[in-house]
């Protein structure tokens, strides 16, 4: 059968079982085959009147995914591409995989499409399907939706459940109960600074 392959470079065998993964779901291509030996992909591309189409993508998303680290380590991915490798229990809201990061003393920030920061893809992936269990553990609780995200943040950041989570944001002032549903008690990038302290006190 006459084809393209493409020969691609990872760091780690993970790095293109994972990227193999993305392109088989990306991509509905017939006899699309890839081959993984240690750290190379080899991805046979069947001849077709898509072929360079199909092409052009692959080499797109091996950039996007793979590209070279600027000066200060940041790299850049898109979002739907770190929700399409994540195992989602439920859908999330983006800016908290920031909100997260960031508590944890590094890099993050979005732009457009794309999330920016110092983590590797397996470890943005892995906090994505961590983000979405935990919005999964809340659901049964009467929360706003901020309430809710705050919750998510914390109880991430600082390595608990949501019940105990619940209990130390009402001990701490960062959540009220009114009529049976929990609030922040002031807005929402203060309850946050509120929360870096948190996390402080407890490192």
Do not use: W
Not at 5 to 14: I, M
Not at 17 to 39: A, D, N, P, V
């Amino acid at each position: 059968m006459r084809g393209i392959t493409l020969t691609l470079n990872f760091d780690t065998p993970e790095e293109a079982i994972s990227f193999l993964k993305l392109i088989t779901s990306r991509i509905k291509y017939s006899g699309l085959y890839g081959e993984i030996k240690g750290k190379k992909l080899k991805l046979f591309i069947p001849e077709s009147q898509r072929t360079e189409e199909v092409v052009n993508e692959v080499k797109t998303l091996y950039r996007e995914l793979h590209g070279a680290k600027n000066a200060f380590q940041k790299k850049r991915f898109k979002i739907q591409t770190v929700l399409s490798l994540a195992k989602l229990e439920t859908a999330i809201p983006v800016p908290v995989l920031v909100d997260i990061i960031k508590l944890q003393g590094k890099h993050a920030r979005l732009a457009g499409e794309t999330i920016e920061t110092s983590l590797e893809l397996n470890e943005l992936v892995k906090l994505a399907e961590q983000v979405s269990s935990a919005y999964h553990s809340a659901i049964h609780m009467p929360l706003t939706s901020s309430a809710r995200r705050l919750l998510v943040v914390a109880s991430l950041t600082l390595g608990k459940n949501p019940e105990e989570t619940v209990s130390l944001l009402l001990s701490r002032n960062l959540l009220r109960e009114e009529d049976g549903t929990l609030s922040l008690s002031m807005d929402y990038e203060r309850s946050l600074e509120k929360l870096r302290e948190l996390v402080k006190q407890s490192t």
